[in-house]
């Protein structure tokens, strides 16, 4: 199973966008679909392949908050 998370789009260059997860920071291909610095999106096998709203976004983002403040839901 695969869990797609939300990433903030950091900078976008030469077809590269930067996303932070966390306090990580992850590269991307932007081929597929173009983000620009704010987006929120979608990564898989290195690619963007979903711009998503931010409101959800920040919604999917807390979702994961709690179920790992919570021990990962188990118990």
């Known amino acids: ?15 590269w966008a930067v996303l ?3 306090t990580s920071e992850l590269r991307a291909r932007t081929d597929l679909v173009p983000v620009k610095e704010g987006d929120y999106a979608l990564v ?3 690619f963007v392949i979903e711009r998503i709203d931010p409101r959800e976004a920040l919604k999917t983002l807390e979702v994961f908050r709690e179920v790992s403040s919570n021990g990962g839901g188990r118990g």
């Open 1 to 15: 199973m695969c869990v797609a998370v939300p990433l903030k789009v950091k900078s976008v260059e030469s077809g």
């Open 44 to 46: 898989h096998a290195g």
């Open 20 to 22: 932070l997860a966390g």
